[in-house]
């Protein structure tokens, strides 16, 4: 594995620089200093802080985060946080422009005239002028109106009548209002991110998407690097979020041994002095990712902000041989959307509703 002095000044075939704008290859990088630089110029941390479920900690554990040195916050309008997201940022007395907020627009808010409505109603609950990344987060649209999860009387999915592009353009319109400075993706495939890129004038700034272990998707992740778009792992830890063992998104796979529990992250952390944890969290660092992982446990945040140090070559090689392509957060029979199509780890979905 190449430096990660070396690694900062990697160019993108767009000629972008994405990798981090720190240079120094110690064991002991400073978490908050620790960025990649967007396709927009804006910087984004290495590692962050998610905020989706448990909505009753999520001020308190926002402020802490902040507190302790985490600058980039991912929430969502359906995880219904944003308000308590909000109250932390504002508790921790960080001041917001230190501070990367990322949030995503809900399926239902997909028509191009609600697209700037949805925006501001996340910006009143965050309590902030503009967030510094708006993703859309699935490529399938809902039937547009307040319910977020539209169904018809056998309980399926209702569609709405626009599509991705359409929305990806109106969101393209929001950012020249200030309200929003980057627009991303999430959970999408290669072939729909592609028909962003050829059907608008804006290459995604961010892909979210799940990456851990036991799902690396190299040759998209490699795809999306060439494109100049910044990866963000959700699921960091993979198979750890007990949502994923109480959905039928994942089958029997979400019941694999939890990948922290892989004798192979705990003979390599011992090298480190880190734990199992830390060591999944530096792959994806070190792998030129930003990691999100969520946590409400005071000493889970902090072991989880010291996860970013440098692995060797060999321990980067030790964890691609983890790489089950097992997916975990694959919605596609409940939204009635093939999601991922062209992409590693879509077997083993139940059609069930979670929501
Ligand atoms: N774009 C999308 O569709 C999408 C999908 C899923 C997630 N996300 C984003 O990604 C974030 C992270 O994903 P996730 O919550 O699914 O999974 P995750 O961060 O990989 O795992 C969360 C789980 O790991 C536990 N945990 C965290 N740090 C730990 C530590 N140091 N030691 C032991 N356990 C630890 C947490 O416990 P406690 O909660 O008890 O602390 C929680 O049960 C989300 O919060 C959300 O912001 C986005």
Redesign the pocket.
């Known amino acids: 594995m190449a430096s990660l002095a070396a690694r900062a000044t990697r160019v993108t075939a767009l000629g972008r620089k994405s990798m981090f704008t720190t240079s120094t290859a110690s064991r002991a990088l400073n978490t908050h200093a620790t960025s990649y630089t967007l396709n927009t110029g804006a910087k984004i941390p290495a590692l962050g802080f998610?905020?989706?479920?448990?909505p009753d900690s999520q001020e308190d554990t926002v402020s802490l985060a902040l507190q302790k040195g985490m600058r980039l916050i991912?929430?969502?309008r359906v995880y219904n946080v944003e308000e308590q997201v909000g109250k932390g940022i504002k508790k921790s007395g960080i001041p917001r422009k230190e501070i990367f907020v990322s949030t995503?627009l809900w399926c239902n808010d997909y028509h191009p005239n609600d697209v700037e409505r949805a925006v501001d109603d996340s910006l009143r609950d965050l309590d902030t002028p503009y967030v510094d990344l708006l993703l859309m987060?699935y490529p399938c649209t809902f039937k547009r109106g307040p319910d977020r999860f539209p169904r018809d009387a056998d309980g399926r999915m209702v569609a709405g009548e626009t599509t991705y592009l359409d929305t990806w353009k109106a969101m393209e319109k929001v950012t020249r209002t200030g309200k929003v400075k980057a627009i991303g993706v999430?959970?999408f495939s290669r072939g729909e991110i592609s028909t962003l890129i050829n059907g608008s004038s804006t290459v995604p700034a961010v892909h979210?998407m799940?990456v851990h272990p036991y799902l690396q998707q190299k040759g998209f992740n490699e795809w999306l690097q060439t494109k100049g778009i910044h990866v963000v792992q959700?699921?960091?830890?993979?198979n750890?979020?007990?949502?994923y063992r109480q959905t039928g998104w994942s089958k029997e796979i979400s019941h694999m041994m939890r990948v922290i529990d892989q004798p192979i992250l705990k003979e390599i952390g011992q090298k480190y002095g880190k734990s199992p944890?830390q060591v999944v969290l530096a792959w994806g660092i070190n792998s030129g990712r930003s990691v999100?992982?969520?946590?409400?446990?005071d000493w889970?945040i902090e072991?989880?902000l010291a996860a970013h140090f440098e692995l060797q070559r060999e321990d980067m090689a030790q964890i691609a041989t983890l790489d089950a392509k097992a997916r975990f957060?694959d919605p596609s029979l409940d939204y009635e959307w093939r999601l991922y199509s062209d992409l590693e780890g879509i077997d083993g979905t139940m059609r069930g509703k979670t929501h």
């Open positions: 998610g905020t989706f479920q448990d991912d929430t969502a995503k987060h999430s959970n979210q799940e959700f699921s960091p830890l993979g750890m979020n007990d949502f944890v999100i992982p969520k946590s409400v446990v889970q072991e989880n957060n």
